[in-house]
Nanobody
Framework: QVQLVESGGGLVQPGGSLRLSCTVS????????MGWYRQVPGKQRELVAG???????NYAESVKGRFTISRDNAKNTVTLQMNSLKSEDTAVYYC??????????WGQGTQVTVSS
């Protein structure tokens, strides 16, 4: 059974930081592209950041320089460090195993709210 379990969401003030983690089981983690996506009501889910099996990363323009994605293949985890958070970062954040163009596997999502 494939499981992706996210943690670390919550409420933070603008300018603050949060760290999201996703622990994966049931698949060969190290061979998968991993990504963090986010979605707000009424909008499509969008890619925030991705990391390949070899450690190459890519980011949405809106988060470049503020967010950092990393993976630990020994622990089957992928992490999203989010700094200098803005109100527009408020969304449900999802972890995905698989390329953006593939079906892949999704976590259940974790709410991030940036508000004073």
């Amino acid at each position: 059974q494939v499981q992706l379990v996210e943690s670390g969401g919550g409420l933070v003030q603008p300018g603050g930081s949060l760290r999201l983690s996703c622990t994966v089981s049931g698949i060969g983690f190290r061979s998968y592209i991993m990504g963090w996506y986010r979605q707000v009501p009424g909008k499509q889910r969008e890619l925030v950041a991705g990391v390949t099996s070899g450690g190459s990363t890519n980011y949405a323009e809106s988060v470049k320089g503020r967010f950092t994605i990393s993976r630990d293949n020994a622990k089957n985890t992928v992490t999203l460090q989010m700094n200098s958070l803005k109100s527009e970062d408020t969304a449900v954040y999802y972890c995905k195993a698989g390329a953006s163009s593939s079906g892949g596997y999704w976590g259940q999502g974790t709410q991030v709210t940036v508000s004073s």
